[in-house]
């Protein structure tokens, strides 16, 4: 089993014990009042640096047209409605990893990350979303740290395994 490093090494605020007061709504904490997160604003230690934040893989059956005229139509809307965004070609086949067909969004801060992600939370229709970081290892990335909106599709690791060298 993987051997993760404690969330709260890094941890650079009070220790100080956190309450257990419930807030009037019955079911919530207390929190501390403290500084926002840098989270907020940058992405956390662990990214590849002068990268994209995330790739927001999105995908859809080609061969079933409504589908297909659906995934053309979001794409044209995520273009006109996210201009700021890199926003790739529509592809109509599987490509590298991707076991069907797709486009691609790369996001570069956390305000785009979490815009783009709401955004496709309620208008994605049938389209299927991996969402993965880019740390540095694209096998990691795309496995273990990938998110998913709707129908996982299982990737063909093989071409984001490093090449054996002789």
């Known amino acids: 089993m993987a051997s993760y490093p404690s969330p709260l090494a890094d941890w650079n605020g009070t220790r100080e014990p ?3 007061t419930i807030n009037e709504d019955g079911k919530s904490l207390v929190n501390l009042p403290g500084p926002r997160s840098g989270a907020y604003d940058a992405f ?3 990214f590849q640096p002068n990268k994209n934040g995330f ?3 999105i995908y859809y059956n080609a061969h079933v047209t409504a589908e297909l ?3 053309r139509e979001l794409h044209e809307r995520i273009r006109r409605e996210f201009p700021e965004l890199r926003i790739y070609k529509f592809w109509e086949k ?3 990893p991707h076991p069907v067909a797709m486009f691609e969004v790369n996001v570069f801060d956390p305000h785009q990350t ?3 992600f709401s955004w496709l939370a309620v208008n994605r229709g049938p389209c299927s979303v991996l969402i993965h970081p880019n740390t540095g290892d694209a096998l990691k990335d795309h496995s273990e740290l990938a998110t998913w909106m709707g ?3 299982p990737l063909i690791l093989d071409f984001l395994k490093p090449q054996a060298r002789g």
């Open 114 to 116: 979490g815009a783009l």
């Open 18 to 20: 956190l309450p257990t």
């Open 44 to 46: 956390p230690k662990g």
């Open 94 to 96: 599987p490509v590298g």
């Open 151 to 153: 129908q996982r599709y």
């Open 55 to 57: 790739d927001f893989h």
């Open 69 to 71: 005229e659906f995934a």
